[in-house]
């Protein structure tokens, strides 16, 4: 199994802002995601983050609101950009190994937009 | 589009009694489901996985059966705990089927409390 870390653990940001949400992993992993998760919903995938390539977007998200960068299997970053109210949510990243089909999840950042 | 359901209201019991869980699933069968515990503030984590050719799965006081023809996945934890209450999500993973594509398909768990 994989131990995930992400930094930042929680935030509070102001509307029209950004923030980078970094996910570091403690072995290389062949597939990392970043994953939305809203009170009262289902975990919902934003993108997979492809090492060395642009990431796979889910319908619904577009890489100008949520870029994403991949630089090696072990670490991952997600961007919110120019926040809104609506982006207050609970951000994953996890992890998968191409021999495995289980996901390892970091502890997620909540993140709160005023 | 795959839509997948469990149950929606929390789960209470007794100490030391079986919680099951419900997984149903509409359209085609996944070839793989998987379990997963979250607990509040932290990510979930992985318990069990079962693929369509298996009828149950076993790891210490968990059990989780497949029934395709039901479309439907039942989550056992035995001699429940206290320890064991948190929310419990199921997850449709198509396997080759979805080509390269290794993304689940989550539904929205299922809170359990178990009393002691």
């Known amino acids: 199994s994989a131990v995930i870390s992400q930094k930042p653990s929680r935030d509070i940001c102001q509307r029209g802002t950004s923030l980078t949400i970094q996910c570091q992993v403690d072995?290389?992993?062949?597939?990392m995601f970043w994953y939305r998760q809203q009170p009262g919903q289902s975990l919902t995938l934003i993108a997979t983050?492809?090492?060395?390539?642009?990431?796979?977007?889910e319908s619904g998200f577009v890489i100008d609101k949520f870029p994403i960068s991949r630089p090696n299997l072990t670490f991952s970053t997600l961007t919110v950009s120019n926040m809104s109210p609506e982006d207050s949510s609970i951000y994953l990243c996890?992890?998968?190994?191409?021999?495995?089909?289980?996901?390892?999840f970091g502890p997620g950042t909540r993140l709160t937009v005023t | 589009s795959q839509k997948i359901e469990q149950n929606s209201e929390a789960l209470n019991i007794q100490e030391g009694k079986t919680a099951t869980l419900t997984c149903n699933y509409t359209?085609?069968?996944?070839?793989?489901l998987q379990w997963y515990r979250q607990d509040p503030g932290r990510g979930p984590v992985f318990l069990l996985l079962?693929?369509?050719n298996e009828k149950e799965k076993r790891k210490e006081r968990l059990k989780v059966t497949f029934d395709t023809t039901l479309k439907q996945s039942l989550f056992h934890i035995t001699a429940s705990q206290p320890a064991d209450s948190a929310t419990y999500l199921c997850?449709?993973?198509?396997?080759?089927?979805?080509?390269?594509?290794?993304?689940?398909?989550w539904g929205l768990g299922t809170s359990l409390a178990v009393n002691p």
């Open positions: 996890s992890a998968m190994d191409s021999s495995q089909r289980e996901q390892y």
């Open positions: 072995s290389q992993v062949t597939m």
């Open positions: 983050a492809n090492q060395g390539s642009e990431a796979t977007y």
């Open positions: 359209n085609y069968s996944p070839a793989y």
């Open positions: 079962i693929r369509e």
């Open positions: 997850a449709l993973d198509m396997g080759i089927y979805a080509g390269n594509n290794r993304k689940l398909i």
